[in-house]
């Protein structure tokens, strides 16, 4: 049997090869034929960080098989194998698969597993939004024991040869001491680099550094400021942090006299283009007797974010805010203050995300209906607007309503019965953790064929509601609002389906308005989620000015927007007809504001500086949305 001193040998030895998996791993996830191009320097950083990934998250199963060794030799435990064994088989195991789950997540959807998909996993009905196949979670369930097993393996094999033969004569007394030093060197030197070159504004090193997951990045503005250095200001705007205040003054309201009803119908990942007389003809045709905008952003690239801005009128980032604090939309107390019958659908979950703690928090439970068990989403979005319908047809009419349908079949893995099949080929199923970057590459047309499928049959279930609506004669007194809560992109721009970046693809989506007794009409300028409240809230009675409750504008009026903001997890966009500005919430060192053209066009480094420097007060104004409802604003530099 081997001492504690051995096989903590042993384990030295076994470690050491579980690096060269994470090398392998991890391999994909660095750009070095980019980096070869933008010179020696970038290229040396990319090995730098190659060769120093690995060994710096492998630390915490070292730490923590050493600090178990502490404690048996401690204790005097017999049997320490059975400590030492399983311990670092699990701790290298876990490793290795999260190595493995960022880059499959990252060759997907270009993201990480970040606080966002730690809020997919934690939150009740997260994951389940995921639509991942029976075929998918028995091939993750796969891949993890592979991992596992695959560690098993190494370490019996480490065990065997150092039994059989010893120490490796070969190896140096002092080989991994050695090897620590240089590690140390290298990591050091690597991160002045990456500190230096964010701290000037070189992005050639930071970009890299954006597909790495939870790259360590070293921030030194302040030192290099002081030692004359020219710094980037890119990162001198900063969220303001408090509690909200919002709306800034109560809600002064005048019921109307003859009081709209309101069906309100949201698709989820319904892309702008999707708009058209073959895929959506039930909502094109009525389309045509509305107001139709054409140049619409969601609030975001998320269902999140999406859902949130139309209904409170204001960004995204005030998600978080609102969330502890369990603060509802004010349309729904100005909605439950004239007697509105409400009833609220979903092919999801309330929970997730957290609208039954965030925009309908003050909705009593018995009116928000989802429908448990795994029936497919078009199942589910056909029962639910039957239930929808019933509501209507069994209300108090002397009273008016508001509904709210939230539909799932758009949603990966792309929901539809047979006869919506209009699109072919596509692929009956989507199994996530086989999928490569290039079979992704070589089969998104069919994966878009499946989406355009699931989207044809939204389309039907959107037209059952408008045809109830029209055979019943309520058009004459109904409001309807019907768009996406954000797009859908499928590698136009690199990514696959969204949440992962603000391109137009992730967040444009259609915007209809029915008003009764307003001209139809098509408005081809930009228009914002947030637009939707300040429309609804003076046909509401609400007689506040607007800046009270809301940053958008009324669809309704002369009011031109000249630029949109949007949200997601940890970043915000700013976007006009002249450029498109990506910039995160928190300033992190690994991260760099992204400068596009306003359709994602690239741009050159010198247009982005340009740009950039060009739109510093338009992003001051963003920075006045961003924090106008913070009651504890601090001074942005």
Request: hydrophobic share 45%; aromatic share 14%; no cysteine.
């Amino acid at each position: 049997m081997l001492s504690v001193h051995k096989l903590r040998r042993v384990l030295t030895y076994f470690y050491f090869l579980t690096y060269f998996v994470l090398l392998a791993i991890t391999w994909d996830g660095i750009d070095f034929s980019s980096a070869q191009a933008d010179g020696d320097l970038v290229l040396a950083f990319a090995v730098a960080v190659w060769l120093t990934y690995g060994l710096i998250y492998l630390v915490p199963a070292i730490v923590l098989t050493w600090l178990a060794g502490k404690l048996v030799h401690r204790e005097r435990v017999h049997g320490h194998k059975m400590v030492f064994y399983p311990l670092a088989v699990m701790s290298t195991g876990i490793t290795t698969l999260f190595f493995y789950a960022n880059a499959k997540l990252y060759t997907l959807y270009g993201i990480f597993v970040n606080s966002f998909v730690i809020n997919l996993v934690a939150t009740p009905g997260g994951l389940e939004s995921l639509g991942a196949s029976d075929a998918s979670n028995l091939t993750f369930a796969a891949i993890a024991l592979a991992f596992l097993l695959l560690q098993a393996v190494l370490l019996a094999v480490t065990l065997f040869v150092y039994r059989k033969f010893g120490e490796p004569r070969w190896v140096p007394r002092r080989f991994f001491v050695s090897l620590l030093v240089l590690f140390a060197f290298t990591t050091v030197a690597e991160r002045i680099v990456f500190a230096y070159s964010t701290a000037t504004g070189v992005t050639s090193v930071s970009s890299l550094t954006q597909k790495v997951p939870y790259y360590l990045g070293l921030s030194a503005r302040g030192f290099f400021s002081k030692l004359g250095v020219k710094v980037d200001r890119k990162k001198d705007f900063q969220l303001v942090k408090g509690n909200m205040n919002f709306p800034l003054n109560p809600l002064e309201v005048d019921k109307p006299a003859k009081p709209f009803n309101i069906v309100w119908l949201v698709s989820e990942s319904l892309r702008a283009d999707m708009l058209d007389t073959e895929i959506m003809p039930n909502t094109w045709e009525f389309a045509q007797t509305a107001k139709r905008f054409t140049h619409n952003y969601s609030g975001g690239n998320g269902t999140r974010v999406g859902v949130f801005s139309m209904f409170t009128g204001i960004p995204g980032n005030y998600w978080f805010p609102m969330l502890a604090e369990r603060k509802g939309a004010p349309v729904i107390d100005v909605l439950k203050d004239q007697n509105y019958q409400m009833s609220f659908y979903t092919s999801a979950k309330f929970s997730y995300p957290e609208f039954d703690s965030t925009i309908f928090s003050q909705v009593p439970s018995e009116q928000l209906h989802e429908i448990p068990g795994g029936a497919q989403g078009w199942e589910k979005d056909q029962q639910n607007v039957g239930s929808l319908l019933k509501f209507i047809d069994t209300r108090d009419k002397s009273r008016p309503f508001f509904t709210f349908m939230f539909f799932e079949a758009p949603h990966a893995r792309y929901y539809f019965p047979p006869e919506s099949v209009i699109r072919t080929p596509y692929p009956e199923d989507i199994n996530y953790f086989t999928l490569s970057r290039e079979q992704l590459a070589s089969q998104i047309h069919l994966i878009k064929n499946r989406y355009i499928n699931s989207v044809h049959h939204l389309d039907s279930q959107f037209g059952r509601v408008l045809d109830y609506l029209k055979k019943n004669n309520l058009l004459n007194n109904t409001i309807v609002v019907m768009l996406g809560d954000h797009g859908e992109e499928f590698m136009e721009n690199g990514r696959w389906g969204h949440n992962s970046a603000f391109t137009d693809q992730q967040t444009r989506t259609p915007l209809v308005l029915w008003v009764p007794g307003m001209k139809p009409s098509v408005y081809d300028g930009m228009t914002n989620h947030m637009d939707v409240i300040p429309t609804l809230m003076p046909l509401l009675g609400v007689k506040n000015q607007k800046r009270d409750y809301t940053t958008g504008f009324n669809l309704l009026s002369d009011e031109v927007r000249d630029h949109a903001v949007l949200a997601e997890w940890s970043s915000t966009a700013y976007i006009d007809n002249e450029v498109k500005i990506a910039m995160p919430l928190a300033v992190v060192a690994t991260q760099h504001p992204v400068v596009t053209g306003p359709h994602d066009q690239v741009l050159t480094a010198q247009q982005q500086d340009e740009a950039f420097a060009l739109k510093a007060k338009n992003l001051g104004g963003m920075m006045e949305e961003l924090g106008r409802y913070i009651s504890k604003q601090k001074a942005s530099k």
